[in-house]
């Protein structure tokens, strides 16, 4: 009988051959000593992670949401010295297969029809458990956890890098194709089409035709043609990450409104940008900002429509404002996207 050898990290699945991914195992394991650290500091015994976001941060990238179904089905259980998935028997197997195969998990589980809360119970008895959801009685710890995953590892920022030429490249294109009469729904389709090809998900398109922005800041996108001009932005997912970018296109030549519109929102946007660096506390690169809008005597503008975000795994991780307490630190991501009327224009930045 013919044989394959499989070698250390491989694992031969249905003819195919699986192969570990060292890199992401590195990433892991990193994430698995930020975890130890947090046990320490908080003083408990584990950590119960449910938030999706959670879930793709220490699986280096893993889908565990059933492509955006409701509820939970799969949790992460984390102590000093394992980790492991509690899930069902249905989804255990294109889990340790397709979505974290190799990756030093280990798996308790069971069947389909048997509530997943029961599961959670069993993990967490009689240990002092944190969480991100406050499951079975354990202590929530939502922001801690969450400022675990705000400054990206290695892996991540040159996942970013590659995920932000994908996507700046889908709206771009598009942006250049577009022709007089096309509806903001076919525009919002064509850059979720370029994006999804590659893999990408589109977790938020907006499209907005002719100025619309200007009253809605917050637009998705309809089926009103554009004739002279429209704003495009985009958020998109991989591996958990995201990042987005926001263009304003002309159809011809730009009125003499709109050029002024966007040059005054692009120094807002270039100021943000330059100043979000490693140290700096995100209430003074908002003041620099703010300066901005007043010396172009639009002193309440920014009061119209949010201005920027910190991203990693949620389309917003901290909401920049006045008010931010935040201070940056290095391999953060910023998205400044500030309006003139209606001109938009965003981009993220990797702090450093």
Known sequence: MASKSVQSGQRQIAGRCLRQDEQRLADVELKHEMVRQLLRTLQADAILLQDPAALSWITAGADLTRSQTDGCQTSIFITDDA????????????????????????????EWHQPHSELIADLCRSRRVLSDCGAEGTIQATRPIQQL?????????????????????????????????????????????????????????????????????????????IERSAVISCTARRWGLLTAVTRTVSLGRASDRLLNAHSQAVLSHATGMFFSKAGEPVADVWARVQRIYEKFGLPDEWRLADQAELLAYRLSEHQVGPESELRLSSNQVLFWHPSDNQAACGDSVLTG
Do not use: M
Request: overall charge positive; proline content about 2%.
């Open 83 to 110: 980790r492991l998935f509690a899930t069902n028997s249905v989804d255990a197997v294109q889990l340790f297969e397709r979505e974290a195969f190799g990756l030093g998990f280990q798996l308790k589980q069971r």
């Open 149 to 225: 995953r705000q400054s990206l590892t290695p892996l991540e920022v040159d996942r970013l890098r590659r995920l932000s030429r994908v996507l700046v490249h889908a709206v771009e294109v598009t942006a250049c194709g577009i022709q007089t009469g096309r509806t903001e729904s076919d525009v919002a389709g064509e850059v979720a089409h370029r994006l999804l090809r590659r893999t990408v998900w589109p977790a938020r398109i907006q499209v907005a035709a002719d100025g619309r922005n200007q009253r809605y800041r917050h637009w998705g996108f309809g089926e009103d043609a």
